[in-house]
């Protein structure tokens, strides 16, 4: 393996630019609550207030039975409201699949959905303890049912909120946007400096230490059954390297299917039997691609857009151009930065882990290959992917421009024999 000085003062620019602090956004596991937690977390606290709510004094009482007549009604409207609330949302869910991208997931993933949903079922639980709790007693204090008004109105409002986002989510522009922001945060977060002027500066780095001599590579496999990587927690597979002094490459990156016992990385340095376990255990994986970690992601959802719309069943070359318009927001960002982020090194400057990241022309394969070799591409839309690519080739750097070129050549008119601009 090809070495550097380990001794250096100061690590290059790329180490600096992806300490695990400035990449944590994108790099680490980020903790969430689960749907089912957050909802037993409200049915805790409305059982809480069920008890405490009826010994708070405010003032003014009023007649348990009133009261309890209320909660009760409270409570059961509110279970049929979710039953009919939920329902709904469901058909306006599997309309945006069917009409976009199954891949389109953002309204069905989006917290407020789940959130919603444990506060309804705090609201029940609420009012059905609360008329059992102040069942003994003829008068109530005012706060119970003020409580109970109040959740009711905060209903109405999440309600509001709930539907608002399902039918944004079957609007093709609020679809789109949503898909390119979500694609931006994390194209943002990982790509932070800019793109280098030069081949030889946009090369990744070299690690700076070889492995001990007579060391096997470490095979690190995947134990589990099946199934999509999400999301790989950097810094704690990058705390484990140091402490074992040894190199994670991992051979799989975020959106890749691991198969029942594949190669997901291979250890290199001192052997550590329990680098192993702390690798696998830093692998969140699920039954589709995320956003979180997979800066491509975004850009394969806006291509299946573009190229359901582009079918002969469907016929619509306008949504097909807006899907490219999202597109070129993202490719443009992308032509400015520096791609080769996926060495990580520690504290010492040392490489320890390196990740696989999409390169340029991966990106570009993605967005533009599949509509490209369409049999028939509307008018409408070759041109916009040849101003897409004139734009882009204005902005990258020349290490980047073979790969337009070659589009811009599979793309043009059989009858446009303007050569290609010799800048390029």
């Given at each position: ?57 405010i ?31 469901f ?33 029940v ?13 003829e ?45 931006r ?14 081949d030889?500066?946009?090369?990744p ?66 052997a ?66 520096q791609?080769?982020v ?17 390169t ?45 070129d ?19």
């Amino acid at each position: 393996m090809n070495t550097t000085s380990a001794n250096h003062t100061e690590p290059p620019a790329f180490v600096r630019a992806n300490r695990p602090h400035e990449l944590a956004r994108v790099l680490r596991r980020k903790r969430r609550l689960r749907a089912g937690v957050v909802q037993l977390l409200g049915a805790v606290v409305a059982l809480g207030l069920a008890f405490l709510i009826p010994q708070i004094p405010i003032g003014f009482e009023i007649s348990t039975s009133r009261v309890i007549q209320m909660l009760i009604a409270v409570g059961a409207a509110t279970v049929a409201f979710i039953g009919v609330v939920y329902s709904l949302l469901f058909l306006v869910v599997q309309f945006g699949s069917t009409t976009f991208t199954p891949r389109l997931n953002l309204f069905r993933d989006d917290p407020v959905v789940w959130r919603t949903f444990a506060f309804y079922t705090a609201v029940v639980v609420y009012s059905l303890t609360a008329s059992l709790v102040i069942g003994q007693d003829e008068k109530t204090s005012g706060a119970v049912p003020i409580v109970a008004f109040v959740a009711v109105l905060t209903s109405i409002v999440l309600y509001r909120r709930l539907t608002t986002g399902a039918f944004n989510s079957i609007q093709l522009a609020s679809a789109l946007a949503q898909v390119a922001r979500r694609g931006r945060e994390v194209i943002d977060g990982l790509y932070t400096l800019d793109a280098p002027g030069s081949d030889a500066q946009d090369r990744p780095a070299r690690a700076s230490d070889a492995s001990p001599a007579g060391t096997p590579p470490q095979e690190i496999r995947w134990p589990h059954t099946s199934a999509v990587l999400q999301v790989i927690d950097v810094p704690r597979v990058l705390h484990a390297a140091e402490q074992a002094k040894a190199e994670v490459d991992f051979k799989l990156g975020s959106g890749d299917l691991i198969a029942e016992d594949a190669i997901v990385a291979i250890a290199t340095g001192q052997a550590d039997p329990e680098l192993e376990q702390v690798v696998v255990r830093a692998l969140t994986v699920g039954d589709e691609r995320t956003y979180e970690q997979d800066p491509l992601f975004a850009i394969r959802v806006l291509a299946d857009i573009a190229l359901r719309a582009l079918s002969p069943a469907v016929n619509d070359p306008t949504t097909a151009v807006q899907a490219l318009d999202a597109i070129d927001g993202l490719l443009r960002a992308l032509a400015t930065r520096q791609l080769s982020v996926g060495q990580i090194a520690g504290s010492d400057g040392t490489i320890r882990v390196r990740l696989v990241l999409p390169t340029w022309d991966e990106y570009i394969a993605v967005a533009l290959d599949e509509i490209i070799a369409l049999r028939y591409v509307s008018p409408n839309v070759s041109a916009r992917i040849r101003r897409l690519l004139d734009e882009l080739t204005a902005l990258a750097p020349p290490s980047r421009r073979p790969a337009l070129d070659a589009r811009r050549l599979a793309i043009r008119d059989p009858d446009d024999q303007r050569p290609l601009d010799p800048a390029t």
